[in-house]
C-alpha cells in the first residue's frame, strides 16, 4: 500500500472562495479543520496546526440591551447563509457546500428541500468544542453502558454511527425583577384530631434577578435536550469567529429574539413563584395576585456545541448528544421487555419475604376474628 | 391443602400478570431515577418525576397483600380462610386510610 497521502484539493474552487469557513492550509493548500484536542485549526491533509487568534472575550460576554433591539429592528451585525430547512423536525441547519449527505443532523431524516439563503444574527460568542469525536463515542458508550434494563447488543449497534458536530445558537437573557404581590399565609395550629389551618392575609414585594437564562434558538433541540446537556461553561465564551466552526456545522436560530425572552419569562415567572411563597413564609400558601416589573433586560446570542448521533436498534432510531464542552451526554434509550419483566418478576418474588411476615403476624390476630365472622372451626391443621 | 395444582396454578398467573403489569412501572421508574440524577433544568415536572416512584410504591404494596393472601392459603391448606384474611386485610387498610 502506498504510504503517499492523496494529492490536496484545490482551495481555488469558486465555492470555495464563496464560502468564509474555507481555510486553506498555508503548507497544502488543504482545508484547514478546528481540532477540539489542539484547540487549534489542523490540516486534513498534513496535519500542520494553525493557532486560532483569540480575540477580546469582553466581546463575548458584552450584554445588548434587548428593548432597544426589539424596537429598533436590527442593529446587530447580521450575516446571509445558505441553509436547509428540514421539513421533519424544523431545524435549519447551515448547508456545507463539501457535504453531500442532506441528512438533518438533529432528526436524521432526508431533507429533500432547496438550499436557501437565510438572514441571521452573527453570534457574538461561542463555546468551542473541547471533547473529540473519538472521546464523544467513548462517553455515549460508557453512559449506554450505564442504562439499566436496556438491550443486549447496544453499544455494538451504536458504535457504528457517524457523530455531526453541531453548533447550537441560544439566547442567553438576564433581567431585574419586581414582583408586589398578595396573598394567604397557612399556619397549622393545635396537635392531633384539633390540628386546623389558620390562615393570614399577607401582601409584599420580592426583587431579584436573573443571569443567563438560557433559551435554545432551536426549535429542533428540545428543553430536555437542552436541561440534560446543561451546565455550560458559559463564563468560558469566546468571541465568534468562523475558524471555530471549521469542519462543524451551524444551526441557523428558528426562535427569535422575542420568541425566546417570551420563554425566558416563562421560567422567570416560575423561579418568581417559588420567592413569593418563600417570602409568605409559613406551613401554606396562597398566591392570590403577583405583578411583576421586568428592567434592565439584556441578551446574548451564542452558539453552544453538541455532538449528535442517530443509531437503530430492533427497527427504531434513537438519537444521542454529548455536550461538546463537559462530555455530559443525554439520550434517547431503548429498554428490553424482556429484561424488565424479569426485572419485575424478581420484585414481585422479593415480595414474599413482606407478604410472608405479614401474614404470620397478624395470623394470630386475624383468626380469631374470623372464627367469630364464619364458626367454621379451626382452619389450621396443627 | 384443598388443590396444590389449583395452588400452583393461581400463583403462577398471578406472578405472570404482576410481572406485565410491572413493566411499563419499571420503565417508569428507572425513567424517574434517571432523570432525578441526571438533570439539572426543570424539564421534567414534578408528576414525571413522581409518577415512577408512586407506581412502583402502589404495585409494590399490591405484591405485599397478594404474597401474605397465597402465604395464607399455604399456611391454612385452605382458599377461604386466606379470602376472609385478605377481606379484613383490607377492610383494616380502607378503615386506616379513611382515618387519615
Known amino acids: 500500500m502506498s504510504q503517499t497521502p492523496p494529492p490536496p484539493p484545490s482551495a481555488d ?10 481555510f486553506p492550509c498555508p503548507n497544502c493548500g488543504a482545508d484547514l479543520r478546528f481540532d477540539p484536542g489542539a484547540e487549534a485549526l489542523k490540516c486534513t491533509h498534513c496535519e ?6 483569540h480575540l477580546d472575550d469582553e466581546a463575548a460576554q458584552e450584554e445588548h440591551d434587548l428593548r432597544s ?14 441553509s436547509l430547512n428540514c421539513t421533519t423536525c424544523g431545524a435549519s441547519v447551515e ?9 438533518c443532523p438533529f432528526c436524521d431524516s432526508a431533507i429533500v428541500a432547496d438550499v436557501t439563503m ?11 468544542f473541547k471533547i473529540q469525536v473519538k472521546e464523544a463515542h467513548e462517553l455515549m458508550h460508557t453512559w449506554l453502558l450505564s442504562r439499566w434494563f436496556a438491550p ?28 408586589a404581590y398578595t396573598g394567604k ?12 389551618i389558620h390562615w393570614t392575609r399577607v401582601s409584599g414585594t420580592v426583587s431579584g434577578s436573573f443571569d443567563d437564562v438560557l433559551v435554545s434558538g432551536s426549535q429542533s433541540v428540545s428543553v430536555e435536550f437542552k436541561d440534560a446537556l446543561a451546565p455550560w461553561p458559559l463564563r468560558d465564551l469566546e468571541t465568534y469567529q468562523t475558524e471555530f466552526l471549521a469542519g462543524f456545522r451551524a444551526e441557523n436560530h428558528t426562535f427569535g429574539l422575542e420568541e425566546g425572552y417570551n420563554e425566558s419569562q416563562v421560567f422567570m415567572r416560575a423561579k418568581i413563584r417559588d420567592w413569593v411563597r418563600a417570602d409568605i413564609g409559613g406551613s401554606k400558601q396562597i398566591i392570590s395576585s403577583a405583578d411583576t416589573g421586568f428592567s434592565k433586560e439584556t441578551f446574548k446570542h451564542i452558539l453552544l456545541p453538541v455532538w449528535i448521533t442517530h443509531y437503530t436498534l430492533e427497527g427504531e432510531r434513537y438519537r444521542m448528544s454529548v455536550n461538546g464542552q463537559t462530555g455530559k451526554v443525554y439520550g434517547q434509550r431503548p429498554f428490553s421487555k424482556k429484561k424488565l419483566a424479569v426485572g419485575a418478576l424478581v420484585g414481585f418474588i422479593s415480595m414474599v419475604v413482606v407478604g410472608g411476615l405479614i401474614s404470620v403476624s397478624t395470623g394470630p390476630n386475624i383468626t380469631p376474628y374470623l372464627y367469630q365472622a364464619s364458626d367454621e372451626g379451626d382452619w389450621f391443621k396443627d | 391443602m384443598d388443590s396444590w395444582v389449583q395452588f400452583a396454578g393461581s400463583l403462577l398467573i398471578v406472578m405472570g400478570g404482576m410481572a406485565l403489569i410491572g413493566i411499563p412501572l419499571l420503565k417508569s421508574l428507572t425513567l424517574s431515577i434517571e432523570g432525578h440524577r441526571e438533570f439539572k433544568g426543570d424539564s421534567m415536572t414534578r408528576r414525571e418525576k413522581t409518577r415512577g416512584w408512586l407506581g412502583a410504591l402502589v404495585w409494590s404494596l399490591a405484591a405485599i397483600v397478594i404474597w401474605s393472601f397465597f402465604v395464607d392459603w399455604l399456611r391454612a391448606g385452605n382458599i377461604e380462610y386466606a379470602q376472609d384474611a385478605l377481606a379484613y386485610r383490607i377492610e383494616k387498610i380502607m378503615e386506616s386510610a379513611s382515618r387519615n
Open chain 1, 13 to 22: 474552487t469558486p465555492q470555495a472562495k464563496a464560502d468564509k469557513r474555507a
Open chain 1, 48 to 53: 500542520a496546526e494553525v493557532d486560532v487568534p
Open chain 1, 69 to 82: 433591539q426589539i424596537a429598533s429592528g436590527a442593529t446587530l451585525e447580521t450575516v446571509e447563509t445558505p
Open chain 1, 95 to 103: 448547508f456545507d457546500s463539501d457535504e453531500h449527505s442532506r441528512l
Open chain 1, 118 to 128: 437565510q438572514r441571521n444574527i452573527v453570534p457574538q460568542g461561542l463555546l468551542p
Open chain 1, 152 to 179: 443486549d447488543g447496544i453499544t455494538e449497534d451504536s458504535a457504528k454511527e457517524n457523530f455531526n458536530g453541531i453548533y447550537v445558537p441560544t439566547w442567553t437573557y438576564d433581567a431585574y425583577t419586581s414582583t
Open chain 1, 185 to 196: 399565609r397557612g399556619d397549622y395550629r393545635g396537635s392531633g384530631k384539633n390540628r386546623r
